[in-house]
Protein backbone atom coordinates (compact mmCIF):
# COMPACT_ATOMS: atom_id res chain seq x y z
CA UNK A 1 0.00 0.00 0.00
CA UNK A 2 2.85 2.51 0.87
CA UNK A 3 4.16 2.20 -2.55
CA UNK A 4 1.10 2.59 -4.06
CA UNK A 5 0.75 5.95 -2.27
CA UNK A 6 4.43 6.75 -3.06
CA UNK A 7 3.92 5.89 -6.81
CA UNK A 8 0.86 7.95 -6.88
CA UNK A 9 2.16 11.17 -5.00
CA UNK A 10 5.14 10.65 -7.41
CA UNK A 11 2.80 11.01 -10.43
CA UNK A 12 0.86 13.92 -9.17
CA UNK A 13 4.58 15.68 -8.61
CA UNK A 14 5.47 15.14 -11.75
CA UNK A 15 2.43 16.37 -13.32
CA UNK A 16 2.23 19.59 -11.47
CA UNK A 17 5.72 20.29 -13.29
CA UNK A 18 4.07 20.11 -16.18
CA UNK A 19 1.00 21.86 -15.41
CA UNK A 20 -0.63 24.78 -17.99
CA UNK A 21 -1.13 28.17 -16.99
CA UNK A 22 -4.98 28.37 -15.55
CA UNK A 23 -7.83 30.09 -16.71
CA UNK A 24 -7.57 33.07 -14.10
CA UNK A 25 -8.64 36.35 -15.86
CA UNK A 26 -6.42 39.39 -13.88
CA UNK A 27 -5.71 43.49 -14.43
CA UNK A 28 -3.14 45.03 -15.63
CA UNK A 29 -1.70 48.35 -14.07
CA UNK A 30 -3.85 49.84 -16.83
CA UNK A 31 -6.91 48.17 -15.85
CA UNK A 32 -6.95 45.69 -18.80
CA UNK A 33 -8.27 42.11 -18.65
CA UNK A 34 -5.68 39.72 -19.36
CA UNK A 35 -6.09 35.90 -18.87
CA UNK A 36 -3.24 34.19 -17.76
CA UNK A 37 -4.07 30.96 -19.57
CA UNK A 38 -3.06 32.78 -22.59
CA UNK A 39 0.45 34.07 -21.75
CA UNK A 40 1.80 30.54 -22.29
CA UNK A 41 0.40 30.43 -25.61
CA UNK A 42 2.56 32.38 -27.54
CA UNK A 43 5.74 30.11 -28.20
CA UNK A 44 7.95 32.05 -26.05
CA UNK A 45 9.49 31.16 -22.63
CA UNK A 46 7.53 33.04 -20.17
CA UNK A 47 8.78 33.65 -16.66
CA UNK A 48 6.18 34.45 -14.05
CA UNK A 49 7.02 36.04 -10.57
CA UNK A 50 4.79 37.18 -7.70
CA UNK A 51 5.88 39.83 -5.41
CA UNK A 52 4.71 42.21 -3.28
CA UNK A 53 5.68 45.74 -2.92
CA UNK A 54 6.45 45.15 0.76
CA UNK A 55 9.06 42.29 0.19
CA UNK A 56 12.51 43.40 0.21
CA UNK A 57 13.88 39.89 -1.11
CA UNK A 58 10.98 40.65 -4.23
CA UNK A 59 13.00 43.87 -4.96
CA UNK A 60 16.77 42.37 -4.75
CA UNK A 61 15.04 39.51 -7.56
CA UNK A 62 12.89 41.96 -9.49
CA UNK A 63 15.98 44.34 -9.99
CA UNK A 64 18.22 41.17 -10.72
CA UNK A 65 15.99 39.57 -13.14
CA UNK A 66 15.76 43.26 -14.76
CA UNK A 67 19.48 43.73 -15.19
CA UNK A 68 19.68 40.21 -17.11
CA UNK A 69 16.42 40.42 -18.57
CA UNK A 70 17.50 42.23 -22.37
CA UNK A 71 20.17 39.09 -22.74
CA UNK A 72 17.30 36.76 -21.28
CA UNK A 73 15.42 38.05 -24.33
CA UNK A 74 17.97 38.29 -26.92
CA UNK A 75 18.71 34.59 -26.36
CA UNK A 76 15.34 32.92 -25.58
CA UNK A 77 12.68 35.24 -26.77
CA UNK A 78 11.29 34.92 -22.87
CA UNK A 79 8.70 37.27 -21.34
CA UNK A 80 9.10 38.64 -17.64
CA UNK A 81 5.53 38.67 -16.30
CA UNK A 82 5.34 40.17 -12.66
CA UNK A 83 2.17 39.32 -10.43
CA UNK A 84 1.79 41.90 -7.89
CA UNK A 85 0.35 40.17 -4.88
CA UNK A 86 -0.84 43.45 -3.28
CA UNK A 87 -4.14 44.43 -1.69
CA UNK A 88 -6.24 47.61 -0.30
CA UNK A 89 -4.11 50.34 -1.01
CA UNK A 90 -1.32 49.14 -1.48
CA UNK A 91 -2.23 48.18 -5.01
CA UNK A 92 -1.89 52.19 -5.38
CA UNK A 93 1.62 51.33 -4.65
CA UNK A 94 2.37 48.88 -7.80
CA UNK A 95 2.32 51.67 -10.93
CA UNK A 96 4.85 53.99 -8.95
CA UNK A 97 7.16 51.52 -8.17
CA UNK A 98 7.63 49.87 -11.47
CA UNK A 99 8.13 53.18 -13.54
CA UNK A 100 10.15 54.35 -10.21
CA UNK A 101 12.84 51.31 -10.99
CA UNK A 102 12.13 51.62 -14.67
CA UNK A 103 11.08 47.69 -15.30
CA UNK A 104 9.63 47.22 -18.61
CA UNK A 105 7.77 43.96 -17.66
CA UNK A 106 4.12 43.07 -18.50
CA UNK A 107 2.49 44.34 -14.57
CA UNK A 108 -0.27 41.73 -13.79
CA UNK A 109 -2.53 43.02 -10.14
CA UNK A 110 -3.92 40.23 -8.08
CA UNK A 111 -5.07 42.02 -4.82
CA UNK A 112 -7.75 38.50 -4.37
CA UNK A 113 -5.03 35.97 -4.54
CA UNK A 114 -7.23 34.04 -7.40
CA UNK A 115 -4.02 33.38 -9.59
CA UNK A 116 -1.71 32.86 -6.32
CA UNK A 117 -4.11 30.39 -4.65
CA UNK A 118 -4.53 28.31 -7.85
CA UNK A 119 -1.14 28.27 -8.88
CA UNK A 120 -0.01 27.50 -5.17
CA UNK A 121 1.85 30.21 -4.13
CA UNK A 122 2.58 30.21 -0.59
CA UNK A 123 5.28 32.96 -0.41
CA UNK A 124 6.60 35.64 -2.19
CA UNK A 125 8.98 35.81 -4.18
CA UNK A 126 7.98 33.01 -6.15
CA UNK A 127 8.56 32.48 -9.59
CA UNK A 128 7.98 29.93 -12.38
CA UNK A 129 9.39 29.42 -15.86
CA UNK A 130 7.14 27.98 -18.23
CA UNK A 131 8.62 26.57 -21.43
CA UNK A 132 7.72 27.63 -24.92
CA UNK A 133 5.59 24.75 -25.49
CA UNK A 134 3.43 26.27 -22.20
CA UNK A 135 4.41 23.57 -19.42
CA UNK A 136 6.09 24.64 -16.26
CA UNK A 137 9.33 23.66 -15.65
CA UNK A 138 10.45 25.33 -13.04
CA UNK A 139 9.19 26.89 -9.56
CA UNK A 140 11.44 28.30 -6.99
CA UNK A 141 10.05 30.21 -3.72
CA UNK A 142 12.44 32.99 -1.89
CA UNK A 143 15.35 34.80 -3.52
CA UNK A 144 19.08 34.52 -2.72
CA UNK A 145 21.96 36.58 -4.95
CA UNK A 146 22.49 34.21 -8.16
CA UNK A 147 18.83 32.66 -8.30
CA UNK A 148 18.32 34.37 -11.78
CA UNK A 149 20.99 31.75 -12.88
CA UNK A 150 18.92 28.87 -12.56
CA UNK A 151 16.31 30.91 -13.97
CA UNK A 152 17.80 31.61 -17.17
CA UNK A 153 19.10 28.13 -17.59
CA UNK A 154 15.63 26.78 -17.32
CA UNK A 155 14.72 29.32 -20.06
CA UNK A 156 17.54 27.27 -22.26
Known amino acids: MKRVVLSLCMLLS ?19 EVNVATLAQSGKPLVLSFFATWCQPCMREL ?22 IDQGQDTEKVKPLVN ?8 LLDPN ?16 VVDSKGKTV ?16 YLK
Not at 14 to 30: G, H, I
Not at 138 to 153: C, M, N
Open 63 to 84: KAINEEYADWQDETGVEVVLVS
Open 14 to 32: AWSCFAVLPEVVLRDMNGN
Open 113 to 128: GTLKRALNVQNVPHTI
Open 100 to 107: GQGWHFRV
Open 138 to 153: YTHTGYTQGDEEEIVR
